[in-house]
């Protein structure tokens, strides 16, 4: 288990299985070199459009999301509210 840069919480005990979820934190600023900010910057608009028609695609949405929610209660719950919406 890596657990660097951050906290560890252990979640609620469900069934036999132990999980723990990583939270990471900083306390203070991290230099970031600026080329890599300026790199993560051009991506913005491609981004911006992919999740934009992405967003506007439900099926396929809920096509990623059932996979999902079959190990993950919380996007289970969500898969079931946009169900009966």
Do not use: W
């Amino acid at each position: 288990m890596c657990a660097t840069s951050g906290c560890v919480f252990k979640k609620r005990p469900n069934n036999d299985q132990v999980e723990f979820i990583h939270c990471p934190i900083a306390l203070t600023p991290y230099p970031f070199p600026a080329h890599l900010i300026e790199q993560a910057f051009s991506y913005q608009t491609e981004l911006g459009v992919m999740f934009s028609q992405l967003a506007s695609k439900h099926d396929t949405i809920m096509k990623i999301l059932m996979g999902t929610s079959l190990s993950d209660k919380f996007v289970q719950r969500l898969v079931e509210v946009s169900i009966k919406a």
